[in-house]
């Protein structure tokens, strides 16, 4: 709970400091404004290692691969600085650049994610007759 | 979460935003202009740092290579 309103009054915080010093720099407000996300990012990214210490624990005891916990665990974690990315990029107000970060980083995690893919169809080509 | 470092941005944003606006104020436009980019510099500098620490605090967090 206290965590909630800390992050909460941040980001408040942050939006009225930027907010008030756009109408004098507008590079300045901006730069204010990726630096809060960065903090609230930061702030998340510390109450993740939780989740991904169960989802390994969980990923072991269900008796899936080490290399593919691996896998998952390096897809999350792209799929979160992609989305880092495209945030801050629209922040600057960069709405193009946003959609192309987001596009790059779908492609990368697919790229990772085919050869899972290609597992899946080998062992259904093995159950058939 | 660390409020000192938005609120170092914003002083220096700040100070910058004074400077460039005496030193448009005085007729040196191309003074201005440089202090202008060189406060940019210094801010970009703090953001970009604390860029790659959230790259390497979200490695660590994953474990990842």
Redesign the interface.
């Given at each position: 709970m206290s965590e909630a309103l800390k992050t909460a009054g941040f980001a408040i915080l942050a939006a009225m400091i930027a907010f008030t010093l756009r109408a004098a720099h507008r590079q300045a407000g901006a730069a204010v404004a990726m630096a809060a996300g960065l903090m609230l990012f930061f702030f998340a990214v510390n109450h993740l290692s939780a989740a991904a210490d169960a989802l390994r624990d969980l990923s072991r005891r269900a008796g899936i691969g080490e290399d593919t916990a691996a896998l998952l665990m390096k897809l999350v974690a792209m799929a979160y600085l992609t989305e880092f990315a495209v945030q801050a990029c629209r922040d600057a107000g960069e709405e193009g650049l946003a959609a192309k970060a987001a596009l790059c980083g779908k492609i990368l995690l697919m790229a990772q994610t085919l050869p899972l893919a290609a597992q899946i169809g080998e062992l259904a080509l093995s159950l058939t007759p | 979460?660390?409020?000192d470092?938005?609120?170092k941005?914003?002083g220096?944003?700040?100070l910058?935003?004074?400077i460039?606006q005496a030193l448009t104020r005085a007729g040196r436009e191309d003074i201005a202009t440089l202090a202008?980019v060189a406060?940019?510099l210094v801010?970009?500098l703090?953001?970009i740092s604390?860029?790659g620490?959230?790259?390497m605090?979200?490695?660590s967090?994953?474990?990842?290579p």
């Open positions: - | 979460m660390r409020i470092v938005l609120l941005i914003a220096v944003g700040l910058v935003a004074v460039c202008g406060g940019m801010v970009l703090t953001v604390l860029a620490e959230l790259l605090q979200v490695q967090v994953f474990q990842l």
